[in-house]
């Protein structure tokens, strides 16, 4: 079993999606061990404790630095001896010591097919804004460029004539729902290989 942190800091429809996963079974080797959030409150944080998860708060406006921000995300992380780490809708960029102590196990999802619109919270807006017939979602490994890391897994969303940021949103967040359990179940299977710039999934042995 490979015991999994999850950073949030909204909703956590993400969240809810591993929680499911977990608990239909299909998230096997991996194990939710941890949520963490940026906030005291959060609905994120709502259906962790529901679901019977620890949780931590890490809030950035408690320490004079982002580096002691970092060192105590870490340490939480440590604590409860996590392997692997999601970020899932986190609002806050992972410092130098978190990806230094979990290099290649730290997965992001991102509602976009990156490398378009990466970045920022406003990637439904800006495909609706730049006239995209198509865009989705996107898993990727976290590394210290926002939203460059390399590319795990994607699924497109078809953008229709009618569509707002709510509708599309929405077709996006039920790809991310069934994208993230499934890159998360690979990876702590040791399904994943980093080639260079490239993730390769590996056929079960």
């Known amino acids: 079993m490979r015991r999994v942190a999850v950073c949030v800091s909204g909703r956590g429809s993400n969240l809810q999606a591993l929680i499911d996963a977990e608990a239909a079974g299909t998230l096997l080797p991996a194990r939710l061990a941890l949520v963490l959030a940026d906030r005291s409150r959060c609905l994120a944080l709502d259906r962790a404790r529901a679901a019977g998860l620890p949780t931590v708060v890490v809030r950035v406006r408690d320490f004079d630095t982002r580096e002691e921000w970092d060192a105590a995300v870490l340490a939480a992380l440590r604590a409860a001896e996590v392997e692997l780490v999601v970020t899932a809708g986190f ?24 490398p378009s619109f990466p970045g920022g919270l406003h990637a439904v ?27 795990v897994a994607q699924r497109a969303v078809e953008v229709r004539e009618d569509d707002d940021a709510d509708s599309l949103g929405t077709r996006i967040r ?3 729902h ?11 299977a040791g399904r994943l290989r980093l080639e260079g710039r490239r993730v390769r999934a590996l056929a079960p042995e």
């Open 91 to 114: 609002n806050r960029v992972l410092g130098p010591a978190v990806l230094a102590a979990f290099p290649g196990a730290i997965l992001n999802t991102h509602p976009a097919l990156l």
């Open 125 to 151: 807006e800006d495909a609706l804004a730049h006239g995209v017939r198509i865009t989705g979602c996107t898993v990727h490994m976290v590394t210290d460029e926002v939203d460059d890391g390399p590319i």
């Open 174 to 176: 039920v790809e991310e």
């Open 178 to 188: 069934r994208l993230l359990p499934e890159a998360l179940r690979l990876l702590a």
